[in-house]
């Protein structure tokens, strides 16, 4: 049974909150946490990954998403319309059992956006991590952003509405 250091400070006592809590937390209200990050800021903060910023002038109706290749792409209704066949339950499963998984005991939770043109072709791939980088990082999602590349003609749109670019995006914790 592991035992939890309790420490004092100014009299109160402190427990630290089991990391697998605040990851269960997380996948829980990922929905949440990713559509909070993408909403606009009083100052309208732009998204950055390693590459660079890759999504800005972010609205209630659209934002503006840069490919890695510098190319800007007007999105209306980001984060509607579209879905992976089976669902996003089945787009995770299928990257788990495809992707190599990093043997690590940390948990690294990852926001991953996918462009699409108005025929669902895959334009560009992107990630933010919110945890901190674990060795080889860069080796290890490269097998998770492939992946979502390859992952052309999987997709459907929710409705009759025809925009000319799309965006999806969800949360995944990897391990």
């Excluded at 990851?23 to 909403?39: E, G, K, Y």
């Excluded at 791939?125 to 999602?141: A, G, H, L, T, Y």
Aim: glycine share 4%.
């Amino acid at each position: 049974m592991k035992k939890h250091i309790i420490s004092k400070t100014s009299g109160c006592e402190i427990s630290p909150v089991p990391f697998s809590l605040i990851i269960i937390f997380l996948v829980f209200f990922s929905r949440n946490i990713m559509s909070q990050t993408i909403m606009p800021t009083k100052e309208n903060t732009p998204l950055s990954d390693e590459h660079g910023v890759f999504m800005k002038e972010m609205t209630d109706s659209s934002l503006v998403f840069i490919t890695t290749q510098g190319n800007e792409y007007l999105v209306h209704n980001p984060f509607k319309n579209i879905s992976y066949i089976g669902g996003e339950k089945k787009l995770k499963e299928d990257m788990s059992s495809t992707v190599e998984t990093y043997d690590s005991e940390s948990n690294i939770f990852v926001l991953f956006y996918i462009l699409f043109d108005n025929n669902l072709q895959i334009k560009d791939v992107r990630c933010i991590d919110v945890s901190p980088k674990v060795e080889n990082w860069d080796s290890f999602i490269n097998k998770y952003l492939l992946y979502l590349r390859s992952t052309q003609g999987k997709w459907i749109k929710n409705d009759n509405i025809s925009c000319k670019y799309y965006l999806y995006g969800f949360a995944k914790v990897t391990h």
